[in-house]
């Protein structure tokens, strides 16, 4: 099976931007004729999950509905809509005459998707991969079998008959846990997690694979002591507040000394009125009355209405303790000091430092990529925020007309242009 | 020892380019100025070694005298005049009025750099480290332990006096083996392996840790049967023979049966005189009287006067057999025809892939990258010789004037602008 993809994967490598457009346009036209019974076999999945006392936020993610298949159906138009990712030339170099260098983008080839509940992130994730010509394996939740089996035979059979390569998407149907898939380090390039964070990082312990996500999302929001009060406290609210069970706000609050007497109390009287629980340091408990922080909860990701709050002594020991605590998610500062802030955007080592702004902006669709594969806090590869660009690498094409590198050797040898073409 | 190396990173990544330029400079000064001392450092190991009764090869890898050491001193020359990878404005948006979104490159962190015996590894990577603002913790093999020891002591010192963080460079003494290095995985965000490809291939397998290089090097010629039979026969000979211990050298050769009675005798002469052992197919062997390939010889790097040489029934086949044995470094074709060339350097899915060209081009200094920091088989971040690019990842830098994302949210929500600024 994984052989077959990736053989798909090298066929894929050489199909047309055209092709792979009109793949898409038979697999959002296939979705919402089959929507019906689409629909109906997630409701099978969900009456079983009912049965089986699945909790209520993960029924929640399972459901599939015809609303839901038009969100998806919307999604894949625009992804109609953006440039070919693949054969972009990157660079392009006149090694000497009649030997030309391009490097130009490619496929990576073949990749597992593995996720929850959730069925959008199955057709998600595997037009994106059809879009950037790499194949997919796809293995989803047990509690969704239903609803993955008639969605992953609707995009294969309509990307097929519209030509692409037999084999290129595959949904793993063994029993066998996720583990299975994890093993396959020979056929599979990279992989892709979506679902909750103890998910994401059991998939990064157990496989050798390189892994595009991020577990966790400890963000912070920095008010440093030449911040605006009021901009502060709408910056900390928005990054904490506006949508709490995401991995893009905030978590922990730090405060400089030196403005704590003044924007405490602001900030107490802002969250009170959101119904969110404060648990601060010594210091911050001596200015307002909040429940006490400990140790793990600067490492809390809460992802509830919960905010961590801590004093520091100024910009430095913030960065500091970001660096220890944070999960290179995304860290913002509050001041009015540019060279402050410059010097915490260069040093805070996260995949988004953010000025006089929320947290909550790091996110494909507000940073204008379009199609978002994930976000990830990897140190290489693709970093925060990933679009299309994260599915596809490199290769170097030599085109040259007959030379050898012995002409090139010695005192007498030919002598490289490394001319830049582009 | 690794938390120093992180700390000192944080701190590299905002050091300017000229404080990094004058710590190379003050680098090559000292290893010159030191030479002597170094070189009589290296002679107690080479004593050693011969004692200890190391191999040939190995020795004269070790051996690190005072033209090694100006050698390394030209490269640190030529790696100052490099402009700085870091720092790089790689795209930008802005979101809305007076909310910018750069995507700006930066070091990648702390790189773990292991290496067999050869000193100048030690060097050319640590100040690659340096000039990409990248700390770095450093392994050697034993038998260099005094060589290498002098080593990172000149460079440490000389950097850290230039303005560099204390701790940025640090030399692993422990007697634990290498794999105590691989387990950092928690403050180490990058391997970079160098030495022998059975050495490198145990790397990447026990560790975690990104691995930045290439284990094995099966480079393919393919003569197409619209190939020039003088061309193909030269570009054969130089890809095996002009350096044969080197990834990039072919080990095998794959000739169009339309073309293989006309190929293979003048191939066979070449070789000949070249004193190069020629293991074939049947098919082969039903032109030309050569030694025997079996199935094993399809995957073997020889690194040596020897050359596999298989009759394949078109350009399909030569693709199918190189996605099959090769290891994705470096294939070519040679042919006349653009067509099969073309469908030959999309669906190769190597690092090089090369029309009428040797595979021995396949190197960071031919391709006019500067500095080389190894040649990567990875499928993502970097493939193909790496300049110093691969030492580099980005963040997200947001500039905003007191944005919160629950202003752009709902119907009557400010709308994103998504003007590219550059």
Redo the contacts between chains.
């Keep these: 099976m994984s052989l077959a993809a990736?053989a798909a994967?090298?066929?894929l490598?050489?199909v047309k931007n055209s092709v792979k457009n009109k793949a898409l346009a038979a697999v959002a036209e296939t979705l919402k004729a089959q929507s019906r019974e689409i629909a109906a076999a997630n409701e099978k999945d969900l009456a079983a999950a009912k049965k089986g006392n699945l909790a209520g936020p993960l029924l929640k993610r399972l459901k599939f509905d015809e609303a839901k298949i038009a969100d998806v159906c919307a999604g894949i138009e625009s992804l109609i809509r953006l440039e070919d990712p693949v054969g972009k030339i990157l660079a392009a170099?006149e090694?000497d005459a009649g030997?030309e260098?391009y490097k130009v983008s490619?496929p990576?080839?073949v990749i597992g998707v593995v996720f929850e509940s959730r069925p959008d992130a199955l057709v998600q994730i595997s037009t994106l991969c059809l879009k950037s010509g790499n194949a997919v394996l796809l293995k989803g939740g047990s509690e969704a079998e239903n609803t993955n089996t008639i969605l992953a035979e609707c995009i294969r059979a309509a990307s097929e008959k519209a030509g692409l390569p037999s084999g290129w998407l595959q949904l793993l149907h063994t029993r066998q846990d996720v583990a299975e898939m994890l093993r396959l380090d020979e056929c599979i390039?990279?992989i892709v997690p979506r679902g909750s964070n103890q998910f994401v990082r059991y998939i990064m312990e157990n496989t050798?694979i390189?892994v595009l996500g991020h577990a966790d999302g400890v963000c912070h929001v920095y008010v440093d002591g030449e911040a605006?009060v009021d901009?502060a406290v709408?910056?900390a609210?928005?990054?904490k507040c506006?949508?709490v069970a995401v991995c893009n706000a905030a978590e922990t609050l730090l405060v400089d000394e030196k403005i704590a007497a003044k924007f405490l109390p602001a900030m107490k009287e802002a969250f009170d009125e959101e119904g969110v629980e404060l648990r601060g340091c010594e210091r911050t408990r001596a200015i307002v009355d909040v429940n006490v922080a400990t140790e793990l909860d600067w490492r809390a990701e809460y992802l509830d209405k919960i905010l961590a709050v801590r004093v520091v002594g100024g910009v430095s020991e913030a960065?500091g303790h970001i660096?220890e605590y944070g999960s290179g998610h995304t860290d913002a500062i509050v001041t009015a000091n540019r060279q402050t802030a410059e010097?915490f955007?260069?040093?805070v080592?996260?995949?988004?430092?953010?000025?006089?702004?929320?947290t909550?902006?790091?996110d494909g669709y507000?940073?204008?990529l379009g199609a978002e594969v994930g976000i990830s806090t990897n140190?290489?590869?693709a970093?925060?925020?990933v679009g299309l660009e994260g599915l596809v690498?490199?290769?170097?094409?030599?085109?040259?007309?007959?030379?050898?590198?012995?002409d090139?050797?010695g005192q007498e040898g030919r002598k490289?242009r490394?001319k830049k073409l582009r």
């Design positions: 990736k994967a090298i066929e490598a050489g170099t090694l030997l260098l490619c990576i080839g390039d990279l050798n390189p605006e901009m709408r910056i609210v928005d990054s506006q949508y960065i660096n010097r955007m260069e040093m080592d996260s995949a988004g430092v953010f000025w006089n702004a929320s909550r902006f790091s507000r940073y204008g140190k290489i590869h970093r925060g925020p690498i490199y290769k170097w094409k030599l085109f040259g007309s007959g030379q050898v590198v012995a090139y050797s490289f490394h």
